[in-house]
T-cell receptor
Framework: EAAVTQSPRSKVAVTGGKVTLSCHQT?????MYWYRQDTGHGLRLIHY???????EKGDIPDGYKASRPSQENFSLILELASLSQTAVYFC?????????????FGEGSKLTVL | QQNVQQSPESLIVPEGARTSLNCTFS?????YFWWYRQHSGKAPKALM?????GEKEEGRFTIHLNKASLHFSLHIRDSQPSDSALYLC??????FGLGTRVSVFP
């Protein structure tokens, strides 16, 4: 089965600090995604990528950057973490464009910003 | 942007009952419809998908899709405690509804 691993699984950050969440997939999938999940807002797409060295904005990109240095790795970067970015973040990959292909999710990274 | 609504927000059902979850969407051009299941503290995992109008059954789970009414649904027959989870619909694959939380009690 598809394998997507995230690190760290849990992190506490201070307001204004820099946070990097990492994602690694061993599925040879072209597409990778970052979502955040909050109570009352569900899963919302932040950034995605369909090829190395290129990223695209999702529905809520403000305050986030993404980096795809290789097909296997996709990072989410919070340059100046804020309280409102406290959430659980999920990385996912898919073999084709997500509209047709099944999304395979990592186990999530719980971020708490104090 | 796709507007996705799920109902009800939550369900509590006895073991063995039939459970019905609803999802409405706004983009009539949507072609691919997915249901995901997320157990507490775990990652969402794809459950079933349907790509054309009609019905699809896999074991105890059935999906109905009606594009004309912008509606698709998930039905669980003989609900089990292990079915207790958050169910997320994703019309067109990338945009998710808020989910329906299902609790099945023995």
């Amino acid at each position: 089965e598809a394998a997507v691993t995230q690190s760290p699984r849990s992190k506490v950050a201070v307001t204004g600090g820099k946070v990097t969440l990492s994602c690694h997939q061993t599925n040879n999938h072209d597409y990778m995604y970052w979502y955040r999940q909050d109570t009352g807002h569900g899963l919302r797409l932040i950034h995605y990528s369909y090829v190395a060295d290129s990223t695209e904005k999702g529905d809520i990109p403000d305050g986030y950057k993404a980096s795809r240095p290789s097909q296997e790795n996709f990072s989410l970067i919070l340059e100046l973490a804020s309280l409102s970015q406290t959430a659980v973040y999920f990385c996912a990959s898919s073999p084709g464009q997500g509209v047709t292909g099944q999304l395979y999710f990592g186990e999530g990274s719980k971020l708490t910003v104090l | 942007q796709q507007n996705v609504q799920q109902s009800p927000e939550s369900l509590i059902v006895p073991e063995g009952a039939r459970t019905s979850l609803n999802c409405t969407f706004s983009d009539s051009a949507s072609q691919y419809f997915w249901w995901y299941r997320q157990h507490s503290g775990k990652a969402p995992k794809a459950l079933m998908s349907i790509f054309s109008n009609g019905e699809k059954e896999e074991g105890r789970f059935t999906i109905h899709l009606n594009k004309a009414s912008l509606h698709f649904s998930l039905h669980i027959r003989d609900s089990q405690p292990s079915d207790s989870a958050l169910y997320l619909c994703a019309p067109q694959g990338l945009t998710f509804g808020l989910g329906t939380r299902v609790s099945v009690f023995p």
